[in-house]
């Protein structure tokens, strides 16, 4: 079978990652109660994400697919859903399961690095919604529209910074609509900001 056969089969079948990572969800979610359950202590060290994030460094990948409870899951894996199938219709199999981690895992640092400069007490996060939004944001940027907006703008003559100036506000406006109290906030911005980032210059494509 060539490179190109195997290529296109992967991208022929989007359901398998995004089946795949909601199944991770409510395995390493289903661990993080039950950690819970017997000892505090052991389910924050095994999935928290907290800092210093380098001392425990395997927190960056279970802190994104551990969730607090099971609304917290269900929001995430519905949004995870609908955004991913196009993603992951449009990408490799390898190449979505890549972008849901990293992404997952910037805006969970950003979470509790920025989030540490507000609250000195120390923040801990779990949760996809990092990776959701980013799924999201990369769906909306690479939308056809997205390409007709961007002609637009330099027909107009307005400055790339202008525009990326926009598309800030623009990500920190949806992540405040769509973030209930208590939520990740900074996480959801630097979710979306890195989807739009990535759709912008199609970086998962293949």
Same mark, same amino acid.
């Given at each position: ?35 819970? @359950? ?6 924050? %060290? ?21 969730? &607090?409870?099971?609304?917290? %899951? ?6 995870? &859903? ?34 540490? !400069? ?7 996060? @779990? ?49 405040? &609509? ?6 990740? %906030? ?9 989807? !739009?980032? &990535?759709?912008?210059?199609?970086? %998962?494509? @293949?």
């Amino acid at each position: 079978m060539s490179s190109r056969t195997a290529s296109t089969r992967s991208r022929s079948t989007p359901l398998r990652p995004v089946v795949e990572t909601l199944a991770a969800m409510a395995v390493v979610s289903g661990a993080f109660w039950l950690a819970g @359950v017997v000892a505090g202590p052991l389910a924050r %060290l095994l999935f928290v994400l907290s800092t210093p994030a380098l001392a425990r460094p395997w927190t960056l990948a279970t802190s994104v697919y551990a969730h &607090a409870g099971l609304g917290h %899951l269900l929001a995430n894996a519905v949004v995870v &859903a609908v955004a991913g199938l196009p993603v992951a219709a449009s990408t490799t199999r390898a190449r979505f399961h890549a972008f849901v981690l990293a992404t997952g895992a910037i805006a969970g640092l950003a979470q509790v690095w920025l989030g540490g !400069l507000l609250f000195p007490g120390g923040v801990g996060v @779990v949760g996809s919604s990092g990776a959701a939004f980013a799924l999201v944001g990369y769906v909306v940027a690479a939308n056809p529209a997205a390409d007709a907006l961007g002609r637009l703008a330099r027909r107009l003559g307005v400055s790339p910074r202008v525009v990326v100036g926009a598309v800030a506000v623009l990500a920190l406006l949806v992540a405040v &609509a769509f973030s209930g109290p208590g939520s990740a %906030l900074i996480a959801h911005f630097v979710g979306l900001a890195c989807g !739009l980032g &990535a759709g912008r210059t199609r970086l %998962l494509r @293949v």
